[in-house]
């Protein structure tokens, strides 16, 4: 089982910028998959749930600026990133649990300057 993530880069405050993760190795329609991220010096944060019915959630200091959602035809989920704050800055990262276990992606950085 792999993710990869992919999509990050630098961009300047009020951008946009959607994140890609390509799933292999497992069924990937009956996983829920989820983001993290990681800002320099900070422990690592939840940031969006999509479940393998389709259902999302979005930590709320992020509602109404990400989204997020899946193509099981690709085995893609991604995460769509509006108005981009240089809070935002951090390293993002998708996982999924498979067989009780967390499976993570390699994670992409994505650096919003002022």
């Known amino acids: 089982v792999q993710l990869q993530a992919s999509g990050g880069g630098l961009v300047q405050a009020g951008e946009s910028l959607r994140l890609s993760c390509k799933a292999s190795?497992?069924?990937?329609?009956?996983?829920?998959m989820n983001w993290y991220r990681q800002s320099p010096g900070k422990q690592r944060e939840w940031v969006a749930t999509?479940?393998?019915?389709?259902?999302?959630n979005i930590v709320d200091a992020m509602k109404g600026r990400f989204t997020v959602s899946r193509d099981n035809v690709w085995r893609m989920a991604y995460l769509q990133m509006h108005q981009l704050i240089p809070e935002d800055t951090a390293v993002y990262y998708c996982?999924?649990?498979?067989?009780?276990?967390?499976?993570w992606g390699q994670g992409t950085q994505v650096t919003v300057s002022s």
């Open positions: 996982k999924t649990r498979y067989s009780g276990a967390d499976v």
């Open positions: 190795g497992i069924n990937f329609r009956l996983y829920d």
């Open positions: 999509i479940t393998s019915g389709g259902s999302t």
